[in-house]
């Protein structure tokens, strides 16, 4: 992260597939820190910061720690600590990762940065799969949290699963890395159209 009382080089959030964004923080803006970085963040994905919950950045080379980051707004009775931003040094590179937080209405997401350890810019990593992260994947995940809520009530049977199915969003829901490296443990694909 960028210090804005200094001259040092910002921190870099890589899409796939794409050049680096910067991500620019005033850190005399102390009350004001989470704001900055989801409103940069909604200006890279292009999704409303009311959807956001949390920002979750994995604290490598100690793959087992997280700092997990909320948005203020979404979260308010829960736990919020601009401190946990420091962990960021400036000039680090971190590829961006977006998930669903829940999948039925209100959509929501989650946020992760992997360290450049954990990503190539080319090819999929056990950690981060360049297919589910790129542009094409997330403008289309995008518009299911801006324009998926009312088509989720004309499809609603009575269970999230199903009608998630029925609307065709699940492979963006719960996406799977098209390469087969970067793989997690979710529910199998089976859309209704198929046996």
Not at 106 to 116: C, K, T
Request: net charge negative; charged share 30%.
């Amino acid at each position: 992260m960028r210090n804005m009382e200094n001259n040092d080089a910002p921190d870099k959030i890589k899409v796939a597939g794409e050049d680096y964004h910067d991500l620019l923080l005033d850190w005399s803006d102390r009350e004001d820190i989470g704001r900055q970085v989801f409103r940069q963040l909604a200006s890279i994905i292009g999704i409303p910061i009311y959807k956001m919950n949390r920002l979750v950045i994995k604290c490598y080379p100690d793959s087992d720690r997280v700092e997990f980051f909320f948005n203020r707004r979404n979260t308010p009775n829960r736990y919020y600590d601009f401190n946990h931003l420091k962990i960021l040094n400036d000039g680090d590179c971190y590829a961006l990762e977006m998930s669903f937080e829940n999948h039925e209405p209100p959509f929501h997401v989650n946020f992760f940065l992997h360290s450049r350890s954990n990503f190539d810019d080319n090819q999929c990593t056990a950690q981060y799969c360049q297919h589910i992260n790129g542009r094409d994947f997330l403008n289309r995940r995008a518009e299911i949290i801006k324009y998926g809520e009312p088509k989720f009530g004309e499809f609603w049977d009575g269970d999230a699963r199903s009608t998630i199915r029925s609307m065709g969003i699940q492979p963006y829901m719960e996406p799977r890395c098209s390469s087969r490296v970067y793989e997690r443990f979710f529910h199998p694909y089976y859309p209704r159209t198929h046996g």
